[in-house]
């Protein structure tokens, strides 16, 4: 392997990432390094985790200058905030022995901060398309003494709508800059941008011509699983031996959060990333889940981008990604940096015809996904399960009342969503209706959200199932028991 150092890269920034461990270069680093110290304009194709930020970020740093003048003299525009921060802190993380001021600008944050380090004379902005042209509109950033531009995850932007706001960047920034563009695949509208806007431009593929589109180096499980048993599923996944940092994709920010309720209920410390939280709770979360601070991060497809962490071992997906695109950028947040990972895909009934397609993209060759329960002895063998363990790392209290003389759970137990059912009947309902073949494609919509929590509390709209009409009491003597806080009310009070 080549070092940094012999690419061309100055020594205090050689420094800098040793101190990080970081010494030797990865094969896009060493293509556009020396190419980009030159001025060549460049389209690096590469994934993500294939260290194309180092790539593109320290020829950038370096030809700024170790103590350059006060202004914006380069700018680096991403899809998304938690991408920019990830990338700010890469840069920053270079240039802390030099004397270049690196900046985020993205929106979800007060104006005032990034107006002050505008204001400040920084040299290096790193920020997603609508705050930059916000800021640029107000004549707070001056973008006229750009000499150094990237567009990294081009692919991305174009995909959420920001062709015309990077035309408009590109417009304000003086035509003979140096550009750097960097995406995942190659579509027809972003060659047409470069054309249009690179001079000259070296194409860079970093990749193994033999590798498939998927990753080599992660092994792709896939199972049909029921909705209510997913939560158990999941504990018993999350100790498997050598299991690291782990990453559960949700279809909705709801189910991500009630998951994430879950887990920790179950003992695990997880933490969460979605559309409802604020960008800080967001930015908590993501420092938490690098530091090792939290293990498990529960996110949907917003956050996907921004999970730059090298040692995630394993990525779950909830439910089935909408295309092969989203399921290679899931998958993608593991086996990063040379190492390996596992990627395992719950399949529920209703989107079997998604992941036919999703697998004849990728050349699976697993159209129909074998049946799996938390029980299931495959899933043990599959993913190194210890033996006899439950999706629960400590028990839950249980409430004291029982409905209607049913016998709480043994914390811990598994099967089809169970665990938080008190009273007998509602057990029986959910066997029947499990049991039934058309029963998943019937209620799936609503299973991958419910997580075993049919109501929320006695008063809920879900607690008539707990009681078929004519199945005992009056209807006068079931309200009656709700309000009190006892009889229907206790079965899922564990679930609050």
Known sequence: MTTFLELGVDQDMVDSLADQGIIEAFPIQEQTIPLALEGQDIIGQAKTGTGKTFGFGLPLLQRVGADPEPGVQALVVVPTRELAVQVYEDLELAAKNRAATVVPIYGGKAYEGQIEQLKDGAQVVVGTPGRLLDLASQ?????????????????????????????????????????????????????????????????????DPDEGVAQANIEHIVYRAHSLDKDEVIGRILQAEGRGKTVVFMRTKRAAAKLQEEMVDRGFNAASVHGDLNQDQRERAMSAFKAGKKDILIATDVAARGIDVDDVTHVINHTVPDDEKTYLHRVGRTGRAGRTGIAVTFVDWDDLHKWALIDKALDFGVPEPVETYSSSPHLYADLNIPEGSKGRLKATPVKERAPRGGSSTRAGDGGSGEERSGGGRKRTRRRTRSANPQGPGRHEAHGHEQHGHDTEGGGEPGAPLLQEPGEGSAPKRRRRRRTGGSGDGGADGSAQ
Do not use: C, Q, W, Y
């Open 139 to 207: 004549r707070i950033l001056n973008l006229g003494d750009v000499r150094e531009m990237v567009l990294d995850e081009a692919d991305k932007m174009l995909d959420l709508g920001f062709l015309a706001d990077i035309e408009k960047l590109f417009a304000k920034t003086p035509a003979t800059r140096h550009t750097m563009l960097f995406s995942a695949t190659m579509p027809g509208t972003i060659v047409t941008l470069a054309r249009r806007f690179m001079s000259k431009p070296i194409h860079i593929r970093a990749s």
